[in-house]
């Protein structure tokens, strides 16, 4: 074996990991460093209420979009904060996957057990949000 091939006892080899290894952070693992998308989620959880009156949906289709899925608010302002949030986590979301379905987020009374004539009448009382590019 030659002088370069030997084994060093001086510290560890490749193979061998330290314990500054395992403390080690990246940007991608460090637990302060927060993406947008990360931070529209957040805004939504953090303003949801299980006991809420209101939802976020999609206008056409009364669907709950992601990442609002059943998620609900105490008051229609929260359900529009929230709502802003949705659009602007599915904006961020849009520039990775252009073929993500679009809705038109609109605020909407949340249904537990309504008939379907009370589920109508609360769509057209509905509250359109503004949308805005981010």
């Given at each position: 074996?030659?002088?370069?091939?030997?084994?060093?006892?001086?510290?560890?080899?490749?193979?061998?990991?330290?314990?500054?290894?395992?403390?080690?952070?990246?940007?991608?693992?460090?637990?302060?460093?927060?993406?947008?998308?990360?931070?529209?989620?957040?805004?939504?959880?953090?303003?949801?209420?299980?006991?809420?009156?209101?939802?976020?949906?999609?206008?056409?289709?009364?669907?709950?979009?992601?990442?609002?899925?059943?998620?609900?608010?105490?008051?229609?302002?929260?359900?529009?904060?929230?709502?802003?949030?949705?659009?602007?986590?599915?904006g961020?979301?849009r520039?990775?996957?252009?073929?993500?379905?679009?809705?038109?987020?609109?605020?909407?009374?949340?249904?537990?057990?309504?008939?379907?004539?009370?589920?109508?009448?609360?769509?057209?009382?509905?509250?359109?949000?503004?949308?805005?590019?981010?």
């Open positions: 074996m030659s002088e370069h091939a030997r084994p060093s006892t001086d510290g560890p080899s490749v193979h061998e990991s330290t314990a500054a290894d395992a403390t080690s952070t990246t940007p991608l693992a460090d637990a302060t460093s927060t993406t947008p998308l990360a931070d529209a989620r957040a805004t939504i959880e953090s303003l949801a209420d299980a006991n809420g009156a209101y939802r976020v949906v999609g206008a056409r289709r009364m669907e709950e979009p992601v990442p609002a899925r059943g998620l609900r608010f105490a008051s229609r302002e929260t359900a529009r904060r929230a709502a802003r949030a949705v659009e602007r986590y599915r961020t979301l520039e990775y996957d252009p073929a993500l379905p679009r809705y038109r987020v609109v605020v909407d009374a949340a249904h537990t057990s309504a008939s379907a004539d009370d589920a109508v009448e609360s769509s057209r009382s509905t509250a359109t949000v503004a949308t805005r590019s981010s």
